[in-house]
């Protein structure tokens, strides 16, 4: 596609549901990273796939957290039993790697996540 | 582990004013330079980015930064800001050890009044 696409745009859900969202990544790149984004808090780092490495899942907050990219293009992250502290607008974005990397990271417009 | 720190959380000017955002990095090694923009209900874009050569960078829309070394610094600058540049700006860094994986800092959010 054109950029990167995520789903759903915003999420209402209850404390203690499961949640998913999508990400499908700018075709060609092979870098995917999902940021969650807090009010007043910045972009915060959760997972980084690149290529078929293993995944950097260094910034997850706990282990309610997982993600997963199918066929090295879409990713799904999974919110496991959510917490209010879990609102919050959560973005994938993606590049290039390896040889072609310039750096650049290609932002989706994000998932707003709201638990109630 | 690298830390970006972002010391204006919000910023006000009239327009035609100066602007300068701070940010300074930890990270003992070679590390790439990012400025990026968030406009009001858009996503997050490249303004523009540092990764050697000449320390000044310059950037879409008039904006500039310069990466001082000595100071782990990389501030963004421009010299004369117009009611659209009303945005939140992030500064973020990323080192060859951590291959792409940016950090950012906490943001400035820029409010440019006409």
């Known amino acids: 596609g054109a950029g990167v696409s995520q789903s759903p745009s915003n999420k209402v859900t209850e404390k203690g549901k499961d949640v998913e969202l999508r990400c499908d990544p700018i075709?060609?790149?092979?870098?995917l990273y999902w940021y969650r984004q807090s009010l007043g808090q910045g972009l915060e780092f959760l997972i980084y796939f690149q290529g078929n490495s293993a995944p950097d899942k260094s910034g997850l907050p706990s282990d309610r957290f997982s993600a997963e990219r199918t066929g090295g293009s879409v990713s799904t992250l999974t919110i496991q039993r959510t917490q209010q502290e879990d609102s919050a607008v959560y973005l994938c974005a993606s590049s290039f790697g390896g040889t072609k990397n310039t750096g650049e990271l290609f932002f989706g417009e994000g998932s707003r996540l709201t638990v109630l | 582990a690298q830390s970006v720190s972002q010391h204006n959380h919000h910023v006000i000017l009239s327009e035609a004013a100066s602007l300068e955002l701070g940010c300074n990095y930890s990270y003992g090694g070679t590390v790439n330079l990012f400025w990026y923009v968030q406009y009001p209900g858009q996503h997050l874009q490249l303004l523009l980015k540092?990764?050697?050569?000449?320390?000044l960078v310059k950037g879409i829309k008039g904006f500039e930064a310069e990466f001082i070394k000595s100071k782990f610094s990389f501030n963004l600058r421009k010299p004369s800001v117009q009611w659209s540049d009303t945005a939140e700006y992030f500064c973020a860094v990323s080192n060859n050890n951590a291959g792409n994986m940016l950090t950012f800092g906490g943001g400035t959010r820029l409010m440019v009044k006409p």
């Open positions: 540092y990764f050697s050569g000449d320390p």
């Open positions: 075709s060609g790149h092979t870098a």
